[in-house]
């Protein structure tokens, strides 16, 4: 079974400034994605960003970049220039990416305060 | 709008009455699955399906069950509700096989008293 741990349960930042939040996962596949989900006070799930193991390349989406370390299961989520509507609940998820095991685990979450 | 709806969005009801929350989706996905959110412990996967007739068991499906009869639609069943249950509910989908981008509905509060 996969195990996805986040670390820090709460974090704030300085709006405009950088954040990293932490996600670290335990599994025995060679193969997998990740995710990042954001879940605003409106408690709307969204996509922040998805990244395909075999793929060196860290994923980015504007604001948001992860640094993907294989070896050591590291799955961190950073966020420049820290806007207010980044306030929201982060989950961290994984899927492996053979076919037969469509489970899909997530971590218990970071709560994310921006400070104006 | 390409969407997943997902009713009620409040529910309250009593020990052992039988409910179902109901979820749809517009986008002719294949994957479809219902995950439990509560304080501390993030969202766990209670079942998913990868297609018409096909379910499989997530990480907590005592006391819940699911069907499959179309593609778009994907209920979730409380046969006997307990208090133990009362959590914040998503169904999502997503195109295949639950390795793309899901897409959420905008939950259930349930309260079992």
């Known amino acids: 079974a996969q195990t996805v741990t986040q670390s820090q349960p709460e974090m704030s930042v300085q709006e405009a400034e950088t954040v990293t939040l932490s996600c670290t996962y335990d599994?025995?596949?060679?193969?997998?994605?990740l995710f990042w989900y954001k879940q605003p006070p409106s408690r709307q799930m969204i996509l922040v960003i998805r990244?395909?193991?075999?793929?060196?390349q860290n994923a980015t989406e504007n604001r948001f970049s992860v640094n993907f370390q294989k070896a050591a299961k590291s799955f961190s989520l950073k966020i420049s220039d820290s806007q207010l509507g980044d306030t929201a609940m982060y989950f961290c998820?994984?899927?492996?990416?053979?076919?037969?095991?469509?489970?899909?685990?997530f971590g218990k979450g970071t709560k994310l305060s921006v400070i104006p | 709008e390409a969407q997943v709806t997902q009713n009620p969005r409040y529910l309250i009801t009593v020990t052992g009455k039988k409910l179902t929350v109901t979820c749809s989706q517009n986008?002719?996905?294949?994957?479809m699955s219902w995950y439990r959110q509560d304080p501390g412990l993030g969202l766990r996967q209670i079942y998913y399906?990868?297609?018409?007739?096909?379910?499989d068991k997530g990480d907590v499906p005592e006391g819940y069950k699911v069907s499959r009869k179309e593609k778009r639609n994907f209920p979730l069943i409380l046969e006997s509700p307990s208090p133990n249950q009362t959590s914040l509910y998503f169904c999502?989908?997503?195109?295949?096989?639950?390795?793309?981008?899901?897409?959420f509905g905008s939950g259930t509060q349930l309260s079992v008293l």
């Open positions: 999502a989908s997503s195109l295949v096989t639950g390795q793309e981008k899901l897409f």
């Open positions: 599994t025995s596949e060679s193969n997998y994605y």
């Open positions: 990244q395909e193991a075999y793929k060196q």
């Open positions: 998820a994984f899927i492996p990416s053979g076919a037969g095991s469509y489970q899909l685990t």
């Open positions: 986008m002719n996905h294949e994957y």
């Open positions: 399906s990868m297609n018409v007739e096909v379910t």
